[in-house]
Each structure stands twice: as C-alpha cells, then as structure tokens.
Nanobody, 128 residues
C-alpha cells in the first residue's frame, strides 16, 4: 500500500516562496515517476511538474523558471520549491506517483490520469 503525505503549504504574499514536501511510504521503491499537481476552486486539476528516477524533469509552462521539482531517493522525499509566487498559483497542491513517467514531446506527460497514487493535498494561498 503506497501512501503519499504532503506538507509545507501555507499562505504567502505575492513574490514570496514556499517549499512543499511529499513523503512516500509503502512500496514506494517501485515508483519511478513522481509529480506535483494543483487544483484551484472551480478549475480542473492541472499538472505542475514531474520527475523520474534519473532526475529528468518536466514543468508546466505557467511555472517554468519559478518552480523546481527535486527528490531525495534515499529518504523517499519529493520537493517542490516555489519562488516568485503569484495569486494565480493559489490552489490545493497534490503529490502524485506512478511506476513510470509517460514520455511526450518535450518531456513527461503532466496528465493526472497517468498517475495512480495521490496524496491528500496541501493548500497554498498567495495574496496580492
């Protein structure tokens, strides 16, 4: 049984930074693709970033240059460093995992349907 637990959300002002963490428990050694998604009220869940076991990353255009996904494989931890936050980044952020990242033109797919395991989410609120 795989369990993903997010932490690190909170409230910040526009331009601020936050670092989200995701701890993986259970059969996490077989999960070679990890990602972050977000969902704002009234909107669909959207992919933010993904990383495979070799550290190859992909980002949504809306966060490129501001967010950085990283992992500590030894500790089964996933991170999302978020800088230069904007009010439109306000959302519930979810950690997700799957056995393999799906390759698409330009990197990894950031489709929620390609990830089989999900955390409960952590709220990020950015005020102007």
């Amino acid at each position: 049984q795989v369990q993903l637990v997010e932490s690190g959300g909170g409230s910040v002002q526009s331009g601020g930074s936050l670092r989200l963490s995701c701890a993986a428990f259970g059969y996490s050694y077989s999960l070679y693709c990890m990602g972050w998604f977000r969902q704002a009220p009234g909107k669909e869940r959207e992919g933010v970033a993904a990383i495979d076991s070799d550290g190859i990353t992909s980002y949504a255009d809306s966060v490129k240059g501001r967010f950085t996904i990283s992992q500590d494989n030894a500790k089964n931890l996933l991170y999302l460093q978020m800088n230069s936050l904007k009010p439109e980044d306000t959302a519930m952020y979810y950690c997700a995992a799957h056995y393999k990242c799906k390759a698409v033109a330009g990197g990894w797919a950031l489709r929620w349907a390609d990830f089989g395991y999900w955390g409960q989410g952590t709220q990020v609120t950015v005020s102007s």
